[in-house]
C-alpha cells in the first residue's frame, strides 16, 4: 500500500486543476525525481474544444472526456486526488479541500476559467454556458426538447419561440454552437418531425462588438461571417444584450422570441486565484511574474486561463496552446528551483489559430496567412484529432465524425433528465389543456 | 403543415410507450390505413438488455438507445409525441397526458415495468435500480466514485465498505452487473490506482430464491453460478434482504458493510395499467384477454410487460421477445377489427433464453438444449448485435465492445453530477479533517 520510504522525501508538486495545463504540466515530471498530487473535482479531462460537438448531438460526452487516472496511468510517481480545493495557505503551504487537506512543497494552479454573466448571475438558469459535460447534455437537453415542444405545439407564434435560438458572443464558442446548429436543423431532423420543418428554426448570434470571432484577423472574421451567413445564420454584430428571460433575448436593435438562449460571450478566472491573496486583474486572473511564479507565494505557480501574464508585450491568450505551454514551462522551472538552479522566463510561441463554422468550413490565422473554408477546416480536423488525449477517443471520434458528416446523422440526440420542468417553463396555464391530437 | 384532408378520416391508433413492444407494434402499422401516434415520455427507445453495460461503464447511453422519432423517421403514418400520459379515458376514448390530451380510436398500451421494492419505496435512494439511462449512469456514477472514494480514505475499514459492492437479486439484471462489475475491478482499473488495488473489490450478489437465473433451466443455474464464482463474485442464495441504508446490507444469513447497493430484485407493472380499470394481477399487470385486448375497454390492447397472459397454459414471460411478439400481434389484431374481421387468439414461440455472465461466458437453454461458457456467449452477442435497433448503434457498439475486450479498457468511465453529495454520503463529521496528503 505504502509507497518506499525514499520516495517520502521527495519533493511534493501539487497540481489543481487537470485541464490543459494541469495534465501537460503533470507529464511534464515524469520520472522526475518527485511526488506528484493531481487535484480535480471532477474525475475526468474534457477535451473542451469539442464540448460543442455534445452540446449539439454529434459525440458522446466520453468520446472527449478521459478519465485523469487513465492519461496518468503511467506514471509511477503520480496520484490523483477526486476532491475540491477550497483555499490556500501559502504560509503554510497547505490546499484545503472541501473534506480534506493536502501538503505541498510546490504547487501548480491550473483552475481556468468559468463563464461570467458580467453580474447577471440569474441569467445562467435562462441562458446556460458551456464549460462542462454537464452544461453540454443541459444545452443538449434544451435544445433537441425545443424541437419537440414545437413539434406538439398548436399557436403558431409560439412554435416560432421554440424554433428560435439564441447564442450570445460571438466568439470560437459562440461562432461553432450556431453553425452547428444550423446543420442540425437543416440536414439532420428534417425528416424527423411531422407537424413543424426545423429547417425553418431561426439561429441568431448577437455579438456586441463589430465582428465574428474578435480575437482573430479581421480578414478571417471576415469568412466568417460569410460562412455562417451561407449556413443559414443570422448574425447581429455591434449589438449588446439588455435582459434574457424564459420567453425572449433584449439586445440594443430589437427584442427575440424564443425559449433557447446559449450563452458564449464571457469568461471570468476560477475565484480559487482570488484565494492566493495575490494581485488579479479585472477578469480575476492572477498577475503572474515572467517565470509563472506568484509574488509573495512561495513555490507556487499559475498557469493557462487563470494567469495573466504578457510574451514579448503581448497578453498571452487564454487558449489550450498557451496553457499546455505554460504547464510545461511551470514544471521545468519546478524542477530549476528543486535543483537550487533559478527559473527562466516564460515566452508564448504562437502557432496560429483556428476556428471551425460547419461541415467544411472554418477559418485559421497562421501567421501572417489566413486560410479559410474547406482547406481551413481540414486543418481544424486534423489539429483536434491529432491532440485529443488518449488513442481510443481518436479512433472513435473520427468513426463517430464519419457517420455525422457523411450521414448527415447525430446519433447522441438523447434527452436525458426531466422533460417535464423545460416543457412547463414559462408555460401559461391556459395551455395545458389543448388538445394535441389532429 | 397539415397532412391532406383524406388522412383525417383514417382511424387513429395511439401507442403509449416505445419500448420493444411499442415501437414493433408501430412499425406493423407501417403503410396501413390508420394514422398512428407513438406517445413516450422520453424521446428515446432504450435497448434495456445492455443497460448494464452502460451502468459498468463500456458502452455510451447513445450507444443503445436511439431517438424515436428516427426509427420512425421513414414512416409517412406516424407521429411521435413526447409526453407523459397519466390517465386514460376507455369511454371518450381519450389518453390524458401531463399536459394536454390525445383522442384514439384504438389503443396499444406498452408502458411496461419498473423496478419494485415492495413496499420499501426508501430504498431507492441507498439502493437504486437499473431501468432508464438515468439509473444506469447514476450507478456508473456511484461505482466510480466508490473507487475514488476508497482510494482517499486512510481508514482500512472504511476503504472496505466503499470497495464492497452488492447486487440485491439474482436475474439477468443481476448477473450481469455482478459479472461486469468483477471485470472492472480485475481486469480494468488494476493500474489506475495508487492506495488501494481494485482487484480486491468484494462483489456480493445476494438472491432469496434457490439459485441464480431462476427463470432459467436448473442446469444453466448450475452453469452461470459456476462462471459467477470464477469470475470471483460471492454468490448468496436463500437469503433474504432485510434492511438496506447508506452503510449497509442486512440479509437472512449476515450483514455487510457497503456504501455501493444496486437493485436488481423486483419488477412492477408500470403504474398506467390500474387506470384503465381492468383487472390486475398481484404485480400489477392488466388481465389480458386472448387477443391481447382488455375486458370492457373498447379498442384497447395491453402488450409487453404490463400485460398478464397465458400461451400454452404457461404464463408469457417479460421478456423483449414476447414483447415484440405481442405488438405485432396487437397491430395485426387492430387491423383485423378495422376491416371489420375477428380478432385471432396470440401464442408466444418461445425462440429460447440466453443470459451472458462476463467476457466470454453466458449461458443460453434453447428448448432442450443447454448452452454455457464462450459459446453461449457468442450467441448472446450475435443476438443482441442483430437485434439492436438502427445500425449506426450496431457499428459503434461492436467497435466499443471490441476495444472493450481486446484492451480491457472502459472509456466511459465519466462521473458527471455532483460528486460531493455521494462523497459525503454518511461520512462522519470527524472525517472531514483527515489529511490526505500521504
Redesign the interface.
Known amino acids: 500500500?505504502?509507497?518506499d520510504a525514499s520516495a517520502q522525501k521527495l519533493p511534493?508538486v501539487v497540481i489543481i486543476g487537470g485541464g490543459f495545463g494541469g495534465i501537460t504540466a503533470a507529464r511534464a515530471f515524469r520520472k522526475q525525481p518527485v511526488r506528484l498530487?493531481l487535484i480535480d473535482?471532477?474525475?475526468?479531462h474534457l477535451f473542451q474544444p469539442l464540448l460543442y460537438q455534445v452540446a449539439t448531438a454529434a459525440l458522446?460526452?466520453?468520446?472527449i472526456?478521459?478519465?485523469i487516472?487513465?492519461i496518468l496511468?503511467?506514471q509511477n510517481n503520480?496520484?490523483?486526488?477526486?476532491?475540491?480545493a477550497v483555499s490556500i495557505d501559502t504560509r503554510q503551504k497547505i490546499v484545503h479541500?472541501?473534506?480534506?487537506?493536502?501538503?505541498?512543497d510546490y504547487l501548480i494552479l491550473a483552475t481556468g476559467s468559468t463563464h461570467s454573466y458580467f453580474g447577471h448571475d440569474q441569467r445562467s438558469e435562462a441562458a446556460p454556458g458551456l464549460k462542462t459535460?454537464?452544461d453540454a447534455?443541459e444545452i443538449r437537453r434544451r435544445v433537441?426538447?425545443a424541437y419537440?415542444?414545437a413539434?406538439?405545439e398548436v399557436d403558431d407564434s409560439e412554435v416560432r419561440g421554440w424554433l428560435t435560438f439564441v447564442i450570445v458572443g460571438a466568439g470560437p464558442t459562440g461562432v461553432e454552437m450556431a453553425g452547428a446548429l444550423a446543420e442540425i436543423s437543416r440536414r439532420v431532423l428534417e425528416?424527423?418531425?411531422?407537424?413543424?420543418d426545423p429547417g425553418r428554426a431561426r439561429i441568431t448570434l448577437i455579438e456586441a462588438g463589430p465582428r465574428v470571432l474578435p480575437a482573430m484577423s479581421p480578414q478571417s472574421s471576415e469568412h466568417a461571417l460569410a460562412q455562417l451567413r451561407h449556413l443559414g445564420v443570422e448574425v447581429i454584430l455591434n449589438s449588446a444584450v439588455s435582459q434574457i428571460d424564459d420567453r425572449s433575448v433584449t439586445h440594443s436593435k430589437d427584442r427575440i422570441d424564443t425559449r433557447t438562449v446559449i450563452w458564449a460571450a464571457g469568461v471570468a478566472a476560477s475565484s480559487l486565484g482570488k484565494a492566493l491573496g495575490a494581485e488579479t486583474d479585472r477578469a480575476g486572473r492572477v498577475m503572474v511574474n515572467q517565470d509563472l511564479s506568484v509574488a509573495g507565494s512561495d513555490g507556487v505557480f499559475v498557469i493557462g486561463d487563470l494567469a495573466s501574464i504578457k510574451s514579448d508585450g503581448k497578453p498571452v491568450p487564454g487558449l489550450s496552446p498557451a496553457a499546455m505551454q505554460e504547464g510545461r514551462h511551470a514544471a521545468k522551472n519546478i524542477l530549476h528551483l528543486i535543483r537550487g538552479e533559478s527559473t527562466k522566463p516564460f515566452r508564448y510561441l504562437d502557432k496560429g489559430t483556428l476556428a471551425t463554422i460547419g461541415r467544411a468550413a472554418a477559418v485559421g490565422d497562421i501567421g501572417q496567412l489566413h486560410v479559410s473554408g474547406l482547406i481551413a477546416w481540414l486543418m481544424w480536423l486534423f489539429v483536434h484529432i491529432f491532440f485529443l488525449i488518449g488513442f481510443?477517443?481518436r479512433?472513435?471520434v473520427i468513426?463517430?465524425w464519419a457517420?455525422v458528416y457523411l450521414?448527415n446523422?447525430r446519433?447522441?440526440?438523447?434527452?436525458?433528465?426531466d422533460?417535464?420542468p423545460l416543457?412547463?417553463r414559462g408555460?401559461r396555464p391556459e395551455?395545458?389543456?389543448?388538445?394535441?391530437?389532429?
Not at 458522446?60 to 468520446?63: L, V
Open positions: 500500500m505504502n509507497p511534493h498530487t473535482r471532477r474525475n475526468h458522446n460526452p466520453s468520446d472526456a478521459s478519465p487516472r487513465r496511468r503511467g503520480a496520484s490523483v486526488i477526486l476532491g475540491e479541500l472541501a473534506d480534506g487537506e493536502v501538503a505541498y459535460v454537464e447534455i433537441l426538447v419537440e415542444a413539434e406538439r425528416r424527423d418531425f411531422r407537424r413543424i481510443r477517443n479512433f472513435f468513426s463517430e457517420w450521414r446523422d446519433g447522441a440526440r438523447l434527452i436525458t433528465g422533460v417535464e416543457l412547463e408555460e395551455d395545458r389543456d389543448r388538445l394535441l391530437s389532429r
